[in-house]
């Protein structure tokens, strides 16, 4: 039997990374269902090629170009965020591969513990606004959940055959473009040096948020809901090589740390397979040509964004939420050269000063929180 694999997002960065996998591994692996936000052609040609039971494209306004596309073909095709919804409810799906960006994640990973699937999860932003509700549904639904962000993907293989709770973990991070420019430059960044990532080539808002470090923030606290660790037994270490993809410290001071290219079809597969591992293809590490691995501590004061997730993750309730509505309306404008680079940390900070803030909230309020929050820093940003 094969598994059966909803690919949310299969258009993006993951998305793309993630049929590379199933056209490796055929016959282990099919796309039963595929969804875009906007990117319709794109997904007409993955559809072509991956003869999915469903396609969904979340931008109503490309149903009719969609179906025009596929009119020959026998695949089922829907438009809009509910839709995408209920096809992660629906029944001919093994395992739901979240690679969508953003809040748009949050719903669909719910939807797909909440119905006992596997839940390969890319989409973070998901762990980091909902954390609570998530990790609790699957808990009580037995719907595992596998982490493809490659520092999680690194702590999880890291942990495998251990009785013994980890004492510590250490995420490390690349430490992004902006790694070495003094603070006093950071200012006058824009959208194409923040593209400019090192290692990785990633989708535009986690490139961007890899550049303020963000993105690490929000993997402290993705973390702290996957593996149920405390912030503050939660490191970040600079590691600009991105070899070592992450590390689990233990009570008897061992270390344990997953190892290899930065090539996101590793821990995409790994998700898909687990508890086996399969061939892969990639180009492997080679460490004798590598020479020199080097770790740093992250500089907090020209990278707030870092201490101010922390903090996100101590307060809890609806601070994530407001940190995270913030910093996607933020990156959207600094990509669009409407604001400046550093306004983005400055449009986290005041909305988390200003929003309303909910200790104990449900899916609803984080629902309100996020449109609260996005109204609240478009208008700051006019
Ligand atoms: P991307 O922008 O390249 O792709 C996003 C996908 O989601 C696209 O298919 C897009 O069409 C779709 N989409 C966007 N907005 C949507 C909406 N409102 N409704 C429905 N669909 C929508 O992003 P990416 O780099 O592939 O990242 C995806 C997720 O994976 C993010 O949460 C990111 O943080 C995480 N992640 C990415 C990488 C990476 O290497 N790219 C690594 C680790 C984690
Ligand atoms: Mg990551």
């Known amino acids: 039997m094969k598994q059966k694999i909803a690919l949310l997002g299969s258009t993006g960065s993951i998305g793309e990374q993630t049929l590379d996998v199933v056209r490796r591994h055929g016959d282990r692996f099919e796309a039963t269902v595929l969804t875009a936000g906007k990117r319709w052609q794109r997904l007409a040609e993955q559809a072509r090629e991956f003869e999915p039971d469903a396609v969904v494209i979340a931008d109503e306004r490309y149903y009719g170009d969609l179906c025009a596309a596929l009119a020959d073909r026998p695949v089922k095709v829907y438009a809009g965020a509910d839709a995408i919804e209920q096809i992660v409810r629906g029944g001919s799906v093994d395992t739901v591969v979240n690679a969508l960006v953003g809040y748009a994640g949050m719903m669909p990973s719910l939807a797909a513990v909440e119905t006992g699937k596997k839940l390969a999860l890319a989409n973070k932003e998901s762990l980091v606004i909902a954390g609570r509700q998530i990790i609790e549904t699957a808990s009580r639904t037995g719907a595992p959940i596998l982490p493809v962000d490659s520092e999680h993907s690194a702590i999880f293989q890291s942990l495998v055959g251990e009785r013994t709770p980890a004492r510590r973990l250490i995420l ?75 590390m689990v410290e233990f ?89 400046g680079y550093c306004d983005i940390v400055r449009l986290i ?26 109204r609240m820093t478009a208008a700051m940003i006019r």
Not at 200 to 227: C, P, R
Not at 302 to 316: N, T, V
Not at 349 to 374: K, N, S
Request: proline share 6%; net charge negative.
């Open 172 to 246: 490390t991070a690349s430490g992004g473009p902006f790694r070495t420019t003094p603070r006093e430059k950071l200012a006058g960044m824009t959208a194409r040096e923040a593209l400019r990532h090192p290692n990785w080539s990633m989708g535009a808002k986690i490139t961007v948020d890899s550049s303020t470090m963000v993105n690490k923030g929000f993997e402290v606290i993705e973390a702290h809901w996957l593996f149920g660790m405390p912030a503050d037994r939660i490191d970040v270490l600079v590691h600009p090589q991105s070899v070592v993809h992450s």
């Open 349 to 374: 900070e005041r909305a988390l000063e200003q929003a309303a803030f909910v200790a104990e909230p449900t899916v609803a309020d984080y629902q309100a929180c996020d449109a609260e929050v996005r």
């Open 251 to 339: 009570d008897d001071g061992a270390v344990k740390a997953q190892l290899g290219t930065p090539d996101m079809r590793l821990p995409i597969q790994y998700a898909l397979t687990f508890p086996e591992r399969f061939t892969y293809g990639g180009e492997r590490l080679d460490l004798a040509r590598m020479a020199t691995l080097t770790f740093e501590e992250p500089d907090r004061e020209k990278f707030p964004a870092l201490e101010i997730a922390y903090d996100c993750l101590r307060r809890g309730g609806t601070a994530p939420c407001t940190m995270n509505a913030a910093n996607e309306v933020a990156v959207a404008a600094f990509l669009e050269g409407r604001i």
